[in-house]
């Protein structure tokens, strides 16, 4: 049996990596110089399952900066990256709902 780590990474369209800084929490996403970054439009897209693979052991290999990572899928309009998903909509807009006490006054 194959551990999960060593299974061979499926994608389906543009994918970064993102994980969660270890200071404050905070969703962090992988760049292109391989730091991280708060903004999800500085993180580095690829479509390419060898380079996903790739970059999230480098991502996983030091938990110094960010824990947790793992390979999100994004789309890709006119130059911007948006989420693919609820959970990464939620992750970087907040819950999809307004929180008791965060309503107008």
């Known amino acids: 049996m194959t551990a999960p780590q060593q299974q ?3 994608i389906k369209g543009p994918v970064v990596i993102t994980g969660n ?3 404050d929490g905070a969703v962090v996403y992988l760049t292109m110089d391989g730091g991280w970054s708060t903004q999800l439009n500085d993180a580095e897209v690829t479509t390419l399952a060898d380079r996903a693979t790739q970059l999230l052991s480098e991502a996983n290999a030091s938990d110094i900066d960010a824990v ?10 006119a130059g911007s990256i948006k989420p693919g ?3 990464e ?4 807009a907040g819950p999809t709902f307004a929180l008791p006490g965060s309503e107008a006054r």
């Open 68 to 77: 947790s990572a793992y390979v999100a899928p994004v789309i890709v309009e």
């Open 89 to 92: 909509r939620i992750r970087v």
């Open 85 to 87: 998903n609820l959970r």
């Open 21 to 23: 800084r270890l200071g």
């Open 8 to 10: 061979k990474l499926k």
